[in-house]
């Protein structure tokens, strides 16, 4: 009837409605009412209540599970209201973030939580980009560290050679053990950090190029600290003075395998020369990779034999070849022309350095008499006084040897020179005693057999033992050597 008021739905009349009591029930238990408060409210029996909090274990739920459930309980209401006031939506956003605050809390707890799960700021302090931290960085006051460091361990001979550091073409012959390798390894480190010139080095094998990269990452971590890696080496050179980032170098370390630079542009320096198989494509390579007048090239070497490819480079006739009698030029290249340098008409820059030079020139590392005793005359003057040896007479000239021999770091994959078991297969022996009347020192040399049983052909070089190390020593003293197992 029109006028009466509507007497308020009953739980039954509301069930046809979707409801859930049981989880009506556990809300308004976690919101603080009694058993009694909630059956009164659902109009269910208070044993029913009582019962589903019992089963349920409603007061074994943690204050996050309970305080979640209410939340949500509040925000559902919330949205399903159709008109909505000011202070509604005030209280949806304000329970949106308590709802994502239990979010970060409820990370937190499960396995592998972490601090950064409740607080955003300390989650967000890792989250931006990163610099990554310069691979190989020099930078110009490190380069001032290294190139002060360079300067203040020189010889005077060494100084020399840095003064001579742009010319186009240097070839230096010089005498065993002064430190060249030492020396050139931080020229041109220097060079390429000042100039942007990449660097080549190609040495008579790549274990002897190696020595070369290890004497750049020592000289470099010894000063500022900084470990070179990798293999070519590209350093980070930073930026020059007015802020601009300056360009990479590269450092290649190559041995004799020649046609792996080709492509390359930079300066290039050829250690041990003399020595190298191949010099003519070597140095045809080294002319391509440095065309460009701002690139230089330099080799030094102790000498070898007169029969070597490099040494009509040395003398000029290699200048004089195919060109006419009014062309030709003629080069001193006696120790007194060449010992302070000079620079010939074919545009080279030559020098010889004896030991005896180096020594004048503030070396003090050895006693040269001592090695006057050691050595025989022609092994003096060959190793340390820069004289080349005539082997066109011998038995087995370096021309005819040089072909046979190989780079072992490139090619024998089976042999770890630094291992305290070189080569694991079948070695041979061989053993020349002490009998020449013109001093030759006896000498042992070890093979690996061939695994070819069909090529008896032995692969040499496993190990050498220096013949030197067996000059006038009586049989017992040579007994001792072999007696130390390493193959």
Avoid at 44 to 62: E, F, G, I, M, N
Avoid at 435 to 452: I, T, Y
Wanted: aromatic content about 10%; charged content about 30%.
């Amino acid at each position: 009837m029109a006028g009466m008021k509507q007497k308020p739905a009953t739980t039954r009349e509301r069930a046809v409605k979707p409801f859930d009591p049981k989880r009506h029930a556990r809300t308004l238990y976690w919101c603080g009412w009694s058993v009694s408060q909630i059956a009164e409210e659902i109009e269910l029996p208070r044993t029913t209540v009582q019962s589903w909090k019992d089963r349920d274990k409603w007061d074994d739920a943690s204050p996050l599970m309970q305080a979640e459930t209410c939340l949500t309980t509040r925000f559902n209401l919330l949205v399903m209201k159709e008109e909505k006031t000011g202070h509604d939506f005030k209280e949806i956003d304000l329970l949106g973030r308590e709802m994502e605050r239990l979010a970060r809390v409820r990370r937190y707890e499960a396995p592998g939580g972490h601090e950064g799960d409740l607080n955003p700021k300390v989650q967000n302090r890792n989250k931006g980009e990163r610099k990554k931290a310069a691979r190989n960085l020099i930078s110009r006051e490190t380069v001032e560290k290294l190139d002060a460091a360079f300067r203040e361990a020189l010889f005077g001979y060494q100084e020399n050679w840095l003064s001579t550091t742009g010319r186009r073409i240097r070839m230096l012959l010089k005498s065993r053990q002064i430190g060249a390798t030492w020396y050139f390894a931080r020229e041109r480190l220097l060079r390429a950090l000042e100039t942007g010139n990449n660097q080549i080095f190609i040495s008579a094998s790549r274990a002897q190029a190696n020595i070369f990269r290890n004497y750049i990452v020592d000289f470099v971590y010894k000063v500022s600290g900084v470990q070179l890696t990798g293999d070519p080496m590209v350093i980070d050179r930073g930026q020059d003075a007015d802020g601009n980032i300056l360009e990479p170098v590269t450092l290649y370390f190559l041995g004799t395998n020649y046609r792996t630079a080709q492509g390359y542009t930079g300066d290039v320096i050829i250690d041990e020369y003399a020595w190298i198989y191949g010099f003519d494509d070597i140095f045809k390579v080294a002319s391509a990779i440095a065309t460009h007048k701002r690139f230089t090239i330099t080799l030094f070497s102790t000498p070898s034999t007169i029969a070597h490819p490099s040494y009509p480079m040395w003398t000029g006739e290699r200048f004089n070849r195919k060109r006419s009698k009014a062309d030709r030029v003629k080069i001193d290249i006696s120790h007194e022309a060449l010992k302070a340098g000079a620079v010939g008409p074919d545009g080279i820059y030559r020098q010889i350095i004896t030991l005896q030079d180096a020594i004048d020139a503030g070396f003090d590392l050895v006693d040269i008499e001592e090695l006057r005793l050691q050595y025989s005359i022609d092994e003096f003057a060959n190793l340390f006084g820069c004289e080349f040896v005539d082997d066109s007479k011998s038995s087995f000239p370096l021309h005819l040897i040089k072909p046979c021999m190989v780079d072992s770091w490139d090619v024998w994959d089976d042999f770890a020179p630094l291992a305290i078991r070189p080569y694991k297969g079948e070695t041979w022996i061989g053993y020349d005693p002490d009998a020449s009347e013109q001093g030759d020192g006896a000498g042992v040399v070890v093979c690996a057999a061939p695994k070819n049983k069909k090529r008896q052909v032995p692969r040499l070089g496993a190990e050498e033992v220096s013949r030197s190390g067996f000059r006038a020593a009586g049989r017992r003293d040579q007994e001792a050597h072999p007696k130390i197992p390493r193959h």
